[in-house]
């Protein structure tokens, strides 16, 4: 039995030495061996591919299309990081995820958006329209994968939009809540108010820097 080199592709130009009775033999030696995983390469081998280097920071993260609702405002859809800390940052803290739809949805809420007080936002209803619970803070509708969170469709986009479309205000009537739709004239004197409010101060910060 004699020794031969073979050489295991012509691209990698990865050579291993072999003992078998012929150079063919040899060959189909190395050549099983190498479909069924038993060489291992290294950097070397590799000395003529071309690679980018990235730091793990600059890593693209994958982007989910989402349903951002926050109170008193219109919903928007959005594109985040589908990671931990992008949604806890969308719902300012630790997240809670429930599951009142039929749909393959999923709406992340605050975990303790109420015990701390957080803005009421939406109310959530029953089929006969009657509140059973109040989301508080902002929250996101997400679609929902096999074992993650995803992107919502484009239907589904369109249906927790008009779902929770209306913002609303809540009024105390002994010990419930009453929720009750701020109609689109308010929204836009609201929207007009808060441009005026940011105009203002735009226009005193010379002032202030001045003095």
């Known amino acids: 039995m004699k020794e031969y080199d073979v050489t295991i592709t012509e691209t990698l130009e990865k050579t291993v030495t072999v003992q078998a009775d012929s150079r063919e033999e040899a060959e189909e030696l190395v050549e099983q061996g190498w479909n069924d995983s038993l060489y291992v390469l290294d950097a070397d081998d590799f000395s003529h ?56 949805v999923c709406i992340i809420c605050n975990e303790e958006g109420k015990l701390s007080g957080l803005p009421l936002n939406r109310a959530l209803r029953d089929e006969d329209g009657q509140t059973y619970d109040i989301l508080a803070g902002n929250f996101l509708v997400v679609g929902l994968t096999e074992d993650d969170f995803g992107s919502l469709s484009p239907e589904h986009s369109e249906q927790f939009e008009k779902l929770f479309h209306q913002p609303e205000a809540f009024i105390r009537l002994g010990r419930s809540i009453m929720a009750i739709p701020i109609d689109d004239e308010a929204m836009k004197k609201r929207e007009k108010a808060a441009e005026k409010a940011v105009t203002g101060k735009a226009k005193t910060a010379p002032e202030q820097d001045a003095l």
Do not use: H, W
């Not at 920071?57 to 931990?84: A, G, H």
């Not at 800390?85 to 719902?91: L, N, R, S």
């Not at 809670?96 to 039929?102: H, M, N, S």
């Open 49 to 104: 591919a071309d690679f980018a280097t990235t730091d793990e920071r600059s890593l693209q993260k994958e982007q989910i299309s989402v349903l951002l609702v926050e109170p008193e405002k219109y919903p928007q859809v959005i594109q985040m990081d589908n990671t931990l800390e992008a949604m806890q940052e969308a719902v300012g803290g630790y997240i809670q995820a429930t599951y009142p739809f039929e749909e393959p």
